[in-house]
């Protein structure tokens, strides 16, 4: 039997998820011992208390912009409750089956994001948001062979290569969107194999190869990649992520560079000479960056949301982490003015 781990009961409270909510996290795809890292103290990377911390920033924004729709709507849950990945979900999102008991009530507010893969045309109310997402997922591949050929790079026998900090699956339009976030931390530069190897192009090929491969059962979707950050950071020039986006062609023709240059040896001959023309011309229109206070935005608009937000948690916590709470969002842009109102710089 599955260990049974203990979780806070104010993580509903802390992420605005509806209080009768059971196991929420398996309709998101996180984990249990995840889920319960949240309510830890300060010190712990993922606790929700911890000010720098880019996974619990990115759960409560993106959650709340979903509406928490997946909540006990989803008929069939992405992880088990052992925690370990369902392939009968991704069987049905590739088969374009309904993963949803019945039309969401809350249809998420996905479609005032500004994101150009989410245009008037597209419906969003039967999307699929999923965190912590582990590219190199054999339960996800539905059994193909086809995982080592998510990268230009010879990745044979790497149990890793890209985690997206979230991915919203859009299975009508069969389009998957990659989410990067980051607060304070810039690009990591180096995978555990290759040196130079940053996290942006990482996550570009394998969206690419994923939706482009012929190997990959999911070679006739469409993806996006929208690297997540604060507004001031790109403002005032201050992170590599920034630049790298607004430049992303002359990137990939420096890539393609160093492929030739330093990565000779390790070149995945089944992708490089077949695809990574195609991949120069795809990824730059595909590429974009979001700021944190446009999402913050989306969900306040209108409403004294945030405001709410922090009386309940006054109610609930002690100050010192209701201020680590505030300090967070204020890194990520959203401020409160001297009325009193949370509102967007």
């Not at 849950?77 to 039309?103: C, L, M, T």
């Not at 999307?127 to 050929?149: A, D, P, V, Y």
């Not at 890539?255 to 990565?263: I, P, T, V």
Request: with cysteine.
């Amino acid at each position: 039997m599955a260990k049974q781990m203990h979780r806070s009961s104010s993580l509903p409270t802390l992420l605005g998820i509806p209080p009768s909510s059971d196991r929420w996290n398996l309709y998101y795809g996180i984990t249990e011992t995840r889920a319960t890292s949240l309510s830890e103290d300060p010190g712990h990377p993922n606790s929700f208390f911890n000010t720098n911390s880019e996974t619990s920033l990115t759960l409560f924004l993106f959650g709340l912009i979903d509406e928490w729709k997946q909540v006990e709507s989803l008929k069939v849950r992405p992880r088990h409750p052992d925690s370990s990945w369902n392939q009968g979900f991704f069987r049905k999102i590739h088969a374009g089956e309904e993963v949803y008991n019945s039309i969401p009530e809350k249809k998420g507010l996905w479609d005032r994001v500004g994101i150009d893969a989410l245009g008037d045309e597209i419906d969003p109310s039967n999307s699929i948001l999923l965190f912590e997402f582990q590219i190199m997922n054999k339960t996800f591949f539905l059994g193909h062979k086809g995982m080592k050929n998510l990268s230009f790079l010879d990745i044979e026998g790497q149990r890793r290569w890209t985690q997206f900090d979230a991915i919203l699956i859009l299975p009508r339009e069969k389009t998957f969107i990659f989410f990067e976030a980051k607060l304070d931390t810039d690009v990591t530069q180096r995978s555990k194999r290759y040196e130079k190897m940053d996290q942006i192009i990482r996550g570009l090929e394998s969206a690419f190869l994923l939706t482009n491969c012929e190997k990959s059962p999911y070679h006739d979707w469409d993806f996006h990649y929208v690297l997540v950050c604060p507004r001031i950071l790109c403002q005032y020039d201050l992170t590599n992520y920034k630049r790298e986006i607004e430049r992303i062609e002359e990137k990939l023709v420096r890539y393609n560079d160093l492929l030739n240059r330093r990565f000779s040896e390790s070149i995945n001959e089944e992708c490089y000479p077949s695809y990574f023309g195609e991949f120069i011309k795809k990824v730059p229109e595909r590429t974009s960056y979001l700021h944190w206070d446009e999402l913050g935005d989306v969900i306040s608009r209108g409403t004294s949301f945030f405001n709410d937000y922090f009386n309940e948690l006054s109610r609930e916590f002690p100050s010192e982490k209701v201020k680590n709470i505030e300090n967070k969002l204020t890194k990520a842009g959203i401020t409160q003015n001297d009325s009193n109102k949370y509102r967007i710089p």
